[in-house]
C-alpha cells in the first residue's frame, strides 16, 4: 500500500525511523526499480546547523521544504551526485529526512545498467548512487511523493532494537549540530552507505 500524505506528515524523527523498511519505488519508462530504506538522516530545519533551512533561511530552491510534508526535495552536491530528501511534518515547519541507502529489490538489472555496476551492496549504498540507480534527478524536485512516478509503499515497522542511531556523515561543518544522533540504519544491513563501526 503507497503512504498517504498523514505519515509524512508528523514528527520528522519519528517519520525517519518508520521510513526504516519502507521501499522507495520509481515509476520510468525504461522500467519500474524499487528498494527497501535502510539508512535516512533526519534535517530539523531552523534549530539544525545542518540544514539548508537554518534559521529559517529560505531560497527558491528551499522553497518545497516549507511545504506540507510528502514531497521530494532533491538537490545537487559536488557539483555531479543528487540527493532525494523526503519533505516531513507540517507546512512552515521546513524539515526533511534524507534517504542515504536502499537494499535493492526490482529493477535490479536496469540499476545496473544505470549504474555501471555489477555489485548488489554497492548499487545504492549512497544518496548518490541510489539517485542514479533509480534516474532520480533535480527533475523531481518539488515532485509529490504521493503520486505515481516516485513514491513510497508501507511494509511492516522495523522493531526499535533493530534500528542503530548515529552522528550523520560528512556534516563537520556543522559545529554541535554534527553530533546529533540523527541518522538512523537498519542494524546489520549489508547496505548501508558508511559501515557501523
Known amino acids: 500500500m503507497k503512504l498517504e500524505r498523514s ?8 517519520v525517519a525511523k518508520e521510513l526504516l523498511g519502507k521501499y522507495l519505488v520509481r515509476s520510468t519508462e525504461e522500467g519500474i526499480t524499487s528498494g527497501k530504506i ?3 538522516e533526519a ?3 531552523p534549530h539544525d546547523a545542518a540544514a539548508h533551512t537554518f534559521n529559517n533561511l529560505r531560497t527558491s530552491r528551499t522553497e518545497v521544504v516549507y511545504g506540507p510534508g510528502g514531497y521530494a526535495y532533491v538537490y545537487l552536491i559536488y557539483g555531479m551526485y543528487h540527493c532525494l530528501n523526503i519533505v516531513t511534518n507540517t507546512a512552515e515547519k521546513p524539515e526533511v529526512v534524507l534517504i542515504r541507502a536502499l537494499e535493492p529489490t526490482d529493477g ?4 545496473k545498467k544505470r549504474r555501471k555496476c555489477e555489485k548488489l551492496k554497492n548499487l545504492c549504498s549512497g544518496p548518490g548512487k541510489l539517485c542514479i540507480a533509480m534516474d532520480i534527478t533535480r527533475m523531481h ?3 509529490d511523493l504521493c503520486g505515481n512516478e516516485l513514491y513510497l509503499l508501507d511494509n511492516s515497522k522495523v522493531p526499535e532494537e ?3 542511531s548515529t552522528p550523520r556523515i560528512n556534516i563537520d561543518y556543522a559545529g554541535e549540530a554534527k553530533n546529533y544522533p540523527w541518522r538512523f540504519v537498519i542494524k546489520d544491513s549489508k547496505y548501508l552507505s558508511v559501515p557501523i563501526k
Open 141 to 143: 524536485n518539488g515532485i
Open 38 to 40: 535502510v539508512e535516512v
Open 108 to 111: 535490479i538489472e536496469l540499476m
Open 43 to 45: 534535517y530539523i530545519g
Open 162 to 164: 533493530n534500528i542503530i
Open 7 to 14: 505519515f509524512y506528515e508528523r514528527e520528522t524523527i519519528l
